[in-house]
């Protein structure tokens, strides 16, 4: 179940039109690294969430 539920919110932080936008109009350095950040952070509280409500 915790890793069900992480790798769905990862899968919502790391939408390819996301990414795509952020390609566009912020530039690649931004839309390369934030998936290197956010979903590390995604899975944490994944977990985190699972503990408490267990």
């Given amino acids: 179940m915790i890793m069900f539920v992480a790798q769905a919110l990862a899968e919502v932080v790391t939408d390819y039109?996301?990414?795509?936008?952020l390609w566009a109009n912020v530039?690649?350095?931004?839309?390369l690294w934030?998936?290197?950040?956010?979903?590390?952070q995604v899975i944490?509280?994944?977990y985190l969430f699972n503990k408490l409500i267990k």
Avoid: C, D, F
Avoid at 17 to 21: A, N
Avoid at 27 to 31: D, I
């Fill in 17 to 21: 039109t996301e990414i795509g936008l």
């Fill in 27 to 31: 530039g690649r350095r931004v839309a």
């Fill in 34 to 40: 934030m998936p290197l950040v956010s979903v590390p």
């Fill in 44 to 46: 944490l509280v994944g």
